[in-house]
């Protein structure tokens, strides 16, 4: 079973510029999540779908960050403009539906340095 | 509101020696825990979970951890680190705000030396 994708594994841009993530979750997988992962620190959940809507998007700073899951698959999001205290590693994750008693599986992440 | 402390930023461990990490929560509500690695430049792997039942629970790659609800505390073990064990270590509490989530603490790195 192929896991969670995500590219690119790496970015580096100057701060104003924009930048977008891609997520594939897992086959199946009805629920995915964002979460931004500042060195020294555990994930932080930015927002989650269930299938092609927004369940929660409360942590989401939305006039920089945006994130759409069209047809209920893959998942991008998008920061523009970006500041420096952008610069993290990003994480998808997904599960079969939401819920504790279904895993999360995460993705390797993409690590954004904002210069 | 719910929130997970990690006290121990980084933990030096000899190969073949114990390991325990700590971990302690604070949740208004029966809490649900999980116990997280993530290894260099990969995603975050669970290692095992409580819900309910028996406190001290089994995970994979020999991980254990035992919940004590008087200590509030989550705390993980493993009787002999391999070298493949270092790694950070996350702890997390489930909790329900418009859905089900997850909040975790800042991590552990643990280094195994030779």
């Known amino acids: 079973e192929a896991g969670v994708a995500q590219s690119p594994r790496y970015k580096i841009i100057e701060k104003r510029q924009s930048v977008a993530f891609w997520c594939n979750p897992i086959s199946g997988h009805a629920t995915l999540y964002w979460y931004q992962q500042i060195l020294g620190q555990g994930p932080k959940l930015l927002i989650q779908f269930q299938n092609n809507g927004v369940v929660d998007d409360s942590q989401l700073p939305k006039d920089r960050f945006s994130a759409e899951r069209l047809k209920g698959v893959d998942s991008t999001l998008k920061i523009q403009p970006a500041k420096l205290e952008d610069s993290a590693v990003y994480l998808c994750a997904s599960s079969l539906e939401p819920g504790w008693v279904n895993e999360q599986y995460f993705g390797p992440g993409t690590r954004l340095t904002v210069t | 509101a719910q929130s997970v402390t990690q006290p121990d930023i980084h933990i030096t461990v000899s190969e073949g020696a114990s390991l325990e990490l700590r971990c302690n929560y604070s949740?208004?509500?029966?809490?649900?825990l999980f116990w997280y690695v993530q290894s260099p430049g990969q995603g975050l792997q669970l290692l095992l979970k409580y819900f309910s039942g028996d406190t001290l629970v089994q995970g994979i790659k020999g991980f254990e951890a035992e919940f004590k609800r008087s200590q509030s505390s989550f705390n993980l073990r493993k009787p002999s680190v391999h070298w493949s064990d270092a790694a950070e270590y996350f702890c997390a509490v489930g909790y329900f705000s418009n859905d089900y989530k997850l909040s975790f603490g800042a991590g552990t790195t643990v280094t195994v030396r030779a």
């Open positions: 949740y208004g509500a029966t809490p649900y």
